[in-house]
């Protein structure tokens, strides 16, 4: 394991996400899924998310596509968070999903929208 790619992937994964929830992530881990973990933090976060290639702003609008068109809800939801802390607003997203309706298809656009509005829902509770 690289221990600095490591350290600045967990940075980078607390910056995006947020520090409640990688602590959660982190609590729930245990000895069998703490491998996927630090795949997670090295190669993910370190490696990938640390590229100057792409700002973190655009990595989030592209995993929200990738998510939308993989119909991988509760991945789509934290990354709907995430790029909310990333600078990319409502009217983007849903930018985004509708993207994902003419080129993946209308379930998997609307499974996404259905994310995107419980997510709106709780961020707007939170003010």
Known sequence: MDV???EQGVRIRREVHGDEVVDAIHDATDAFSQPMQDLLNE????TVWSRTGLDR???SILNIGMLAALNQPDALAGH???ALNNGVSWTEIRECLLQVAVYVG?????AAFEVARKVRAETDALG
């Open 80 to 82: 709907m968070r995430s």
């Open 43 to 46: 190669y993910c976060w370190g």
């Open 4 to 6: 600095d790619r490591y």
């Open 106 to 110: 209308m379930p998997a656009a609307l």
């Open 57 to 59: 702003r655009s990595r």
